[in-house]
Each structure stands twice: as structure tokens, then as C-alpha cells.
């Protein structure tokens, strides 16, 4: 098993749109109250005290939507500041960059995923839930302004729904040919919609790789990640496009990550809840740190046999929507 060293923390579960395959409109949610978030000194302490000295050294902010997260630069500021954090990257809806991605930069975010499922406006609007007609073209500016300010890696995370922007796979792709972009295909995962999921089902990396490669051409990168994402690339483009294939291939094996939500639960597993520990409690309690760090060890240990591998065998360990569990 690989060393679990990349630590992703939600920074609150509550998102500004519904996409249709996350949070959607009309879905019940129980959101966290402003009193069970982990407040920013509690989220520095662990990370310092507890993940730090037990090796951990990546970590990426998300949510929901972190760019509503009061303090978020702040919250940058004080990560990147940890030589032993040699990797901090956040994924965003890019709603709120063309105002904020200068800020982010100048607080030490390098690495950035923008959320953008469509190139067409109508589409966009179609999934993320929302009608207002400018808010493809703002989160176009925002992704054009953290390419300005010099975000590289800059990716584009994609998420291919059959019948509602399946076509689009190879225009998406085309992205990566004259900038130094790089696109992630994720497939949809059963959480969130059930329902959307039975109706649309789901498109394998497979066959999208297949389209990419009749229209445009496909080569192995030599780029490498240090997540799940097979790497490919259009021959002689700039960027890469990956592959996250978690419903047609079983990485459990190679993961190398353990999930912070926005209260406090840190979860061994995407779809798998077991031996999940309350930190928020634990450290609002008497828990000394030193206890705290033990039982993080443990969930460490137990890793290995808390994984997705049962998803074909109808098992349902999880209950929580990507924007809870921080995806
Ligand atoms: N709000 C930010 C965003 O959209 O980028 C960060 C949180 S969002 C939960 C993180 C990623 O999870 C997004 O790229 C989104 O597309 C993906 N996601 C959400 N629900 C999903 C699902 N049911 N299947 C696959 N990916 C999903
Ligand atoms: Fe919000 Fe991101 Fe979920 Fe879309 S995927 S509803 S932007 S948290």
C-alpha cells in the first residue's frame, strides 16, 4: 500500500451552485452550522500537530465551495507557509477567481482545478443549476485570470453526463492543445443524484479517450501526477488530459489520501465511512494532542481494509454528497 501522505480538507460544504450531479436544486441538505466548522485555528493546529508529524505533505482545499470560506486566504497564507507542505492546491467552481485569484496567488496557491463541465453558456447554466445568462463568462474570466496570474498546474475538471455534455468531449479537449492547461476527466459517480445517475448512467474513460483519439490523437504523457489520473495527451499539445476512471477502475490499492470534512470528520475513504474519526470533538474535548495523534495512526493502519472495492456489490457505506465529503 502506498503511503498516505495528501490530506483533502473541505472547507465548508455549502456551494453558491447545484450542480445537477452534486447538490442539486430542491436536494435536502443539511448544511454545517457556523459553530461546527472547524474554525481556522483548529484546522492549522491539525494540520501542524497531527498530519505534519505523521508525513503528511500535500494537501488540497475544496468543499463545497472554499472560495465562500470566510478566511480562505488567510487560511492559504498560513499552509504554505509550512516547509513541510510541499504541495497545496485547491479545487474551485471558478465563480469567484476574477476577483480572488490574485489574492490566492500572492498567499503561495500554485496549483489550481477549475470545475467547467460545458463551453456552451445554455449547457453550463443546464448543469450547474443556475439561469442567469453571465455566469459561464464569469467563470471563463476567472479561469483566463488564474492563468494570468501564473497558476501551473491550472486543470480543468470535467464531468461527462451522457446526453447533456457528452458532445462536447472533444472541444473540451481541444483546450489543452494551444495553452498549457490540463483537463480531468472524472467519471460521475452514484453520489449526490442517485436518480440522475440511473437515468444518464455514466461514460467510461475508455470510450472517452477513444473519441479524443479519432478526432485528435492520443500519446502516454510523461507527465505524471501524484493521484489517480492516468495521463495522456494530444500529440504536441501544450497541456495533458487525465483520466479519473473510480467507477471503471478499482485504485484503492494506490491510495494515497484521507478526507477532512468541513466539521471535523476525517474519513479513510471517498464511498466508505468506516472508522471515521470526529476531530472537531476530540479536540474541543480534554483529547490531548499526543491521543488525538494515535487515534489518527490508527485510522492510518485500518486504511488498507476501508476501501471502494464493494461498489459493484450494491455495498453503501456513504451517505454524503461530493460537496460534504469534500471531492
Ligand atoms: N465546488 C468546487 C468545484 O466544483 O470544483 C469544489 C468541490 S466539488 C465537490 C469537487 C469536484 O467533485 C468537482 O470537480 C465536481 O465536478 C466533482 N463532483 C461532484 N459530484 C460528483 C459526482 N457525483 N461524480 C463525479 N464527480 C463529482
Ligand atoms: Fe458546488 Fe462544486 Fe458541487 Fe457544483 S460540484 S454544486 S460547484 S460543490
Known amino acids: 500500500m502506498n503511503q498516505v501522505d495528501y490530506l483533502r480538507i473541505s472547507l465548508i460544504d455549502r456551494c453558491n451552485y447545484r450542480c445537477q450531479y452534486c447538490m442539486p436544486e430542491g436536494s435536502e441538505l443539511d448544511y454545517v452550522l457556523q459553530k461546527d466548522l472547524l474554525t481556522q485555528q483548529e484546522l492549522l493546529t491539525l494540520i501542524k500537530q497531527i498530519f505534519i508529524p505523521l508525513g503528511f505533505s500535500k494537501i488540497r482545499l475544496t468543499g463545497g465551495e472554499p472560495l465562500l470560506r470566510a478566511e480562505l486566504i488567510e487560511i492559504v497564507e498560513n499552509i504554505s507557509s509550512y516547509e513541510q507542505i510541499s504541495d497545496l492546491a485547491l479545487t474551485t467552481n471558478g465563480y469567484f477567481l476574477e476577483e480572488k485569484a490574485q489574492d490566492l496567488y500572492n498567499a503561495g496557491l500554485r496549483r489550481i482545478n477549475i470545475s467547467l463541465d460545458s463551453l456552451n453558456p445554455q449547457t453550463f447554466n443546464n448543469i450547474i443549476g443556475r439561469s442567469a445568462p453571465e455566469l459561464w463568462h464569469k467563470t471563463w474570466r476567472g479561469i483566463q485570470k488564474a492563468h494570468q496570474v501564473g497558476f501551473d498546474p491550472l486543470k480543468i475538471n470535467v464531468v461527462i453526463i451522457p446526453g447533456i455534455n457528452e458532445e462536447e468531449i472533444e472541444d473540451i479537449e481541444a483546450l489543452t492543445i494551444e495553452r498549457n492547461w490540463h483537463v480531468r476527466y472524472i467519471e460521475f459517480m452514484p453520489i449526490g443524484n442517485d436518480e440522475l445517475f440511473q437515468q444518464r448512467a455514466w461514460v467510461p474513460s475508455t470510450e472517452i479517450r477513444e473519441r479524443i483519439k479519432q478526432r485528435w490523437g492520443l500519446v502516454e504523457s510523461s507527465v505524471k501526477g501524484n493521484g489517480p489520473a492516468d495521463v495522456y495527451q494530444i500529440p504536441d499539445a501544450q497541456g495533458t ?15 494515497n489520501r484521507l478526507r477532512l470534512s468541513a466539521d471535523g470528520w476525517l474519513r479513510p475513504c471517498l464511498l466508505n465511512e468506516t472508522g471515521q474519526i470526529d476531530l472537531k470533538s476530540a ?8 491521543q488525538i495523534q494515535q487515534q489518527v495512526r490508527e485510522l492510518l493502519e485500518a486504511k488498507k481494509d476501508i476501501n471502494f472495492k464493494l461498489r459493484d456489490k450494491g455495498a453503501q457505506f456513504y451517505t454524503r454528497t461530493m460537496s460534504q465529503i469534500g471531492g
Open 241 to 255: 488530459l487525465g483520466f479519473i476512471s473510480q467507477m471503471s477502475e478499482c485504485f484503492c490499492d494506490r491510495c
Open 283 to 290: 479536540l474541543r474535548s480534554n483529547q490531548t494532542l499526543e
